[in-house]
């Protein structure tokens, strides 16, 4: 069976009441993809980076998905209108 796993940019300092955060740069999620990889047994199919909207929820460990920060990228989806997203690592495998 083919499982994949995401791995977003962690909050490293929350911004004041309710304000932008700081987030890991995306190099330490590459490293966080790469620890988890090394410390399971599982085939790795693929690796790729995805761009995911500013909410997460069930994802790895870990505090994603504050409404903004350093780390989003805007997107444009219809007509102007633009929502807040972020860099992720998916892997694919195979237990």
Do not use: D, W
């Given at each position: 069976?083919?499982?994949y796993k995401d791995f977003a940019p962690r909050?490293?300092?929350r911004g004041?009441?309710?304000g932008?955060?700081?987030y890991e740069v995306f190099s330490e999620v590459v490293d966080a993809a790469n620890q988890w990889i090394e410390s399971t047994?599982?085939?790795v199919i693929n690796v790729e980076t995805v761009?995911?909207?500013d909410r997460i929820e069930g994802t790895s460990d870990g505090v994603y998905g504050v409404t903004t920060s350093n780390a989003f990228y805007p997107v444009m989806i219809s007509q102007g209108l633009a929502?807040?997203?972020f860099q992720?690592?998916?892997v694919w495998y195979r237990e």
């Open positions: 069976m083919i499982k909050i490293t300092e004041p009441f309710g932008a955060s700081k047994t599982i085939q761009v995911l909207p929502i807040k997203c992720c690592v998916r």
